[in-house]
């Protein structure tokens, strides 16, 4: 009892820091105007598919975790829970993808970053990232493509597993769909960010080195302050591709190496990698935004403005309280 009670609370504590960070992001798109523009519809697009990984789909996680794997639904909604994690899990990879293109295009050449990408290219990129998302998910699942006969699971799952209680919710995987699942989600758009990123910090550095050279030896501050950004570069850079590989690597290489050899996952290292590649959803919030200055002023604001909204209520709920103990005591001494 006292390791499910943990748990819980382990559970709910992260399933909350995923939710609550990424409504932050949200609404600081929404209430600074100096993030309306284009560089910041992926990171928006980013916070809604981790939000609603974290409404949708962790807390059904956290509960087949607290009841050892059964789930009680059915068949049918086992499906549809399997699908959403599959297609906004795959969402939020793309979306990190993209998100690392606009960087490289933004700071390799930021006189020609507005005509490279305008509106019309960035709704095709979002396009294309949720129907890439829809198709290894709902439509691969109701296909049958992810299953080893090629049938679509859990279709001799009652509607909603009247005495089939014993039941486990889980994705199979067959051979080739796992090899397909995992380079075109995974591994590619991995090769392609570390490229990326490669190639921001090259820019970055060559940058830098160009401003010592146009500097005066005597300017001994602005070389101090270049050399600060550079490292400053050097490990956001190097924490936002870590995170990424940390969190979703051992999901990958692990259900790589089960589907290939069909092997039935071990339940505690099923646990670990998939709450694992769930925390990338609460870190994205606060990696990302952090690489944005004014994503950074502006969740600020936020934040101090809830604070200073508590403490006004707080003193006026004081002040109400005040007064009604003097009107009390007035009271009992007209008495």
């Avoid at 709902?138 to 296909?143: A, C, E, R, Y």
């Avoid at 490229?195 to 070389?223: D, K, L």
């Amino acid at each position: 009892m006292t390791i499910r009670a943990l748990c819980w609370v382990v559970l709910v504590a992260f399933i909350a820091l995923t939710i609550c960070g990424n409504i932050l992001v949200c609404m600081a798109v929404a209430t600074s105007r100096r993030l309306h523009q284009l560089s910041s519809c992926f990171i928006l697009s980013l916070a809604v598919t981790d939000l609603l990984l974290g409404l949708l789909v962790l807390p059904l996680s956290a509960m087949l975790e607290l009841r050892n794997g059964k789930w009680p639904l059915g068949g049918v909604f086992c499906n549809i829970y399997i699908s959403m994690d599959v297609m906004l899990s795959s969402a939020s990879i793309l979306t990190l993808l993209a998100i690392s293109v606009d960087r490289y295009l933004a700071i390799s050449n930021p006189l020609f970053y507005p005509r490279r990408v305008t509106p019309r290219r960035v709704a095709i990129a979002l396009t294309a990232i949720w129907t890439c998302s829809l198709a290894v998910s709902f439509v691969s699942i109701n296909l049958g493509w992810n299953s080893p006969d090629f049938r679509v699971q859990n279709l001799d799952w009652s509607m909603w597993g009247e005495g089939e209680e014993g039941r486990t919710c889980r994705y199979e995987w067959n051979n080739n769909y796992v090899l397909l699942k995992a380079f075109g989600i995974f591994y590619l758009p991995l090769l392609v960010m570390c490229g990326m990123y490669h190639r921001i910090f090259c820019v970055a550095r060559e940058q830098v080195r160009r401003i010592r050279a146009a500097t005066p030896s005597s300017a001994q501050a602005a070389n101090a302050a270049a050399t600060a950004r550079e490292h400053k570069a050097t490990v956001t850079l190097a924490a936002v591709l870590g995170a990424f590989i940390i969190c979703w690597f051992p999901y990958f290489t692990y259900f790589t190496y089960m589907g290939m050899w069909a092997i039935h996952p071990n339940k505690l290292t099923h646990s670990i990698v998939l709450w694992l590649g769930y925390l990338n959803s609460a870190l994205n919030p606060i990696l990302y935004p952090a690489l944005n200055r004014d994503f950074h002023q502006a969740c600020g604001q936020l934040l101090c403005r809830c604070g200073k909204k508590g403490d006004f209520n707080t003193s006026r709920r004081k002040t109400f309280i005040a007064l009604g103990t003097i009107k009390v005591i007035k009271g009992s001494l007209a008495h």
